[in-house]
């Protein structure tokens, strides 16, 4: 019979003389064990028989690697002393790192990896697994943070072959008033999420919080997130449906204060947002003002933003998978596509940074709610600067255009003559709507001089009026200064014609007010003109 102290200790050693491994007669040896250590077993460590111990080794950022490792208050500091700890220490298959309080990366701890496969093989049981870096259930912070103050020289991290994960499944976190995403970023550092390696399952079920940031992946905030091989998934938020309660953005990438994402490979995926009746505001990948994304590879793919039709009444506002907010962003390669939210299901743009799309694939977004495609369009049009950069860009989802002063403005030759960018546009009275005379498509004036060569690979939904070739070479055309109108394409009123049924008396603006004739068709077409 054993004290509860015997946990991880020695039980039965060998003479050293006769016997040199007290393992060969482990059959031999029956323990019973009292408080915590109740119902452990005797395991060989050879040359020794212990007492299994608790399966876990804990990490924290105020511990100390001199520390056991076994429990909260005896937790380690560094990942290099954990790892080795489960490595060679009495540890056997499913035991885990877990995260006790907010680890600030030392300097010569900045590579986290179990090896090729994710696996550790432990020296004295033999056994091999998969091991998880884990939150605590009993700890509800910042799992990982970035900053010179602690990593010195070591300005970049890498994860790799590894999975941190939020332990959200059965602990998810009831309160947003800290810091509860997985890796913190700060200035000056780098953060790889390299091949193999898994940022996942953090979650938060939100009874109160005013706060507008919902993150819960990677906090960028003056860094560099590179996101190359490695993928992020499977997190929830679900803000609670009380008055107060704000928007969330970023809740797998949030980036500010010159912050950079650069996607080059894996994947962001199955990441859910769900409101309550006051939120109408949310993205899964938030780039604030003055910060820079770029996407040369990789997907982002079967994420949701989930209103409530409460929510969804009061108005939903700044809103999109990936929100690009005043953010200068290229995206070059790589997928967009099965994400579902009621607008910008793809891509919510806004601001005067331009955002350009060069190539990759933008499709199968889904618009919620069976709202009608237009102003709910996966790809959401609030910024001045949209540029589409030749015809590399397949964009098989629609494009909003929610204001004439933020047209398409086309900054290469489009080779491709089949490439379409289907369109909507915010049409109306008002001064910003989008009416007769309206510039859809300009060029740059700098790389493309005339964008009227591409009316083709243009097909504007408009009521009323249809795309074509301006004809003025006088009048200025859009919002690029130099730009004359016949250098665009802008909407012109149609003038229908219909031999067998039309009435040269009829307006011609519309199929039931066809002219008969061409002749008069002309007319009343060189009217229109001359009237604006």
């Not at 602690?150 to 947003?176: C, H, K, P, Q, Y």
């Not at 907010?325 to 005067?352: E, F, M, P, Q, W």
Request: net charge negative; aromatic share 8%.
């Amino acid at each position: 019979n054993l004290c509860e102290a015997f946990a991880s200790q020695i039980v039965v050693k060998p003479d050293g003389v006769g016997i040199t491994d007290a393992t060969k007669e482990f059959e031999c040896f029956t323990a019973t064990a009292e408080g915590t250590s109740k119902g452990r077993r005797l395991l060989p460590a050879s040359p020794n028989i212990i007492l299994e111990g608790e399966n876990n080794v804990y990490i924290s950022g105020t511990g100390n690697d001199a520390n056991s490792g076994v429990s909260p208050t005896t937790a380690v500091r560094t990942f290099k002393r954990a790892k080795e700890l489960l490595e060679t220490g009495i540890y056997t298959k499913g035991a885990k790192i877990l995260v006790c309080g907010e680890i600030e990366v030392k300097e010569g701890d900045n590579v986290w990896s179990f090896g090729e496969n994710g696996t550790v093989t432990n020296t004295v049981t033999g056994d091999t697994w998969t091991p998880l870096v884990q939150r605590y259930e009993q700890y509800e912070g910042r799992l990982i943070s970035l900053s010179p103050n602690t990593m010195g020289d070591d300005t970049e991290f890498l994860l790799e072959n590894i999975i941190i994960d939020g332990n959200g499944e059965s602990n998810a976190i009831s309160s947003a008033s800290k810091e509860i995403q997985l890796i913190y970023v700060g200035t000056g550092m780098t953060a790889q999420i390299g091949k193999g390696a898994v940022l996942q399952n953090n979650y938060c079920s939100s009874t109160w919080d005013a706060s507008g940031i919902g993150n819960l992946g990677v906090k960028v905030d003056g860094g560099v997130l590179d996101v190359n091989g490695g993928l992020i998934s499977d997190m929830y938020y679900k803000t609670p449906s009380a008055t107060g309660a704000r928007g969330k953005q970023g809740i797998a990438i949030y980036c500010i204060n010159s912050g950079e994402v650069l996607i080059r490979d894996g994947s962001i995926e199955n990441i859910r947002f769900e409101s309550g009746n006051f939120v109408t505001s949310a993205s899964i990948i938030y780039m604030g003002p003055g910060t820079k994304f770029s996407m040369v590879g990789g997907i982002i793919e079967k994420n949701e933003l989930d209103f409530t039709k409460t929510a969804v009444t009061r108005g939903i506002k700044e809103t999109g998978i990936i929100h690009i907010n005043d953010a200068v962003a290229n995206i070059n390669a790589g997928l967009i596509r099965n994400n579902s939210s009621i607008k910008g299901a793809a891509i919510y743009y806004s601001g005067t940074a331009p955002l350009t799309l060069s190539g990759g694939k933008i499709d199968k977004n889904k618009v919620v709610d069976e709202n009608p495609i237009g102003k709910y369009s996966p790809i959401y049009i609030d910024g001045t600067n949209f540029r589409i950069n030749g015809g590399g860009a397949i964009l098989d989802d629609a494009i909003y255009l929610n204001s004439v002063e933020k047209p398409i403005t086309v900054t290469n030759n489009i080779w491709q003559t089949t490439r379409r960018y289907t369109v909507y546009l915010n049409q109306g009275s008002e001064a910003d709507q989008f009416k007769k005379g309206s510039v859809v498509v300009q060029p740059d004036n700098n790389m493309l001089t005339d964008a009227s060569p591409y009316l083709q690979n243009f097909e504007v939904h408009s009521d009323k009026y249809i795309l074509d070739r301006g004809q003025s070479e006088t009048r200025s055309g859009g919002t690029i200064a130099g730009v004359k109108e016949n250098k665009c394409l802008l909407l012109m009123q149609a003038v229908f014609i219909d031999s067998d049924n039309g009435n040269n008396n009829n307006t011609g603006f519309s199929p039931v007010q066809a002219v008969e004739t061409f002749k008069e068709a002309v007319i009343k077409g060189r009217a229109e003109g001359e009237e604006g």
